[in-house]
């Protein structure tokens, strides 16, 4: 289990098992982080489309944005292909 893979690998026993130890923790805490900020980030999602819904004045500023960004990459891709 903590048995050194290489001779230059000069560190105790107890000092590589602590390693493993603390590697293994952290990533059983790293999907477990993972998983709770992927569904606090789906409520904040559905709270902030509901609200969007109820409120009938609001306006996406961006909006704008993403229609220029999407007709430009649009364009480049067209231009991919005819080029081709």
């Known amino acids: 289990m903590c048995e050194p893979r290489c001779e230059s690998f000069k560190l105790s026993f107890k000092t590589k098992c602590l390693w493993y130890y603390i590697i293994t923790i952290n990533t059983v805490y790293i999907g477990q982080i993972r998983r709770q900020s992927t569904w606090e980030f789906e409520i904040f999602k559905e709270r902030w489309n509901e609200a969007i819904s109820q409120d009938k004045s609001w306006v996406d500023p961006f ?22």
């Open 63 to 84: 909006k704008s944005d993403q229609r220029r960004i999407r007709k430009m990459h649009d364009t480049k891709r067209l231009s991919k292909l005819v080029t081709i």
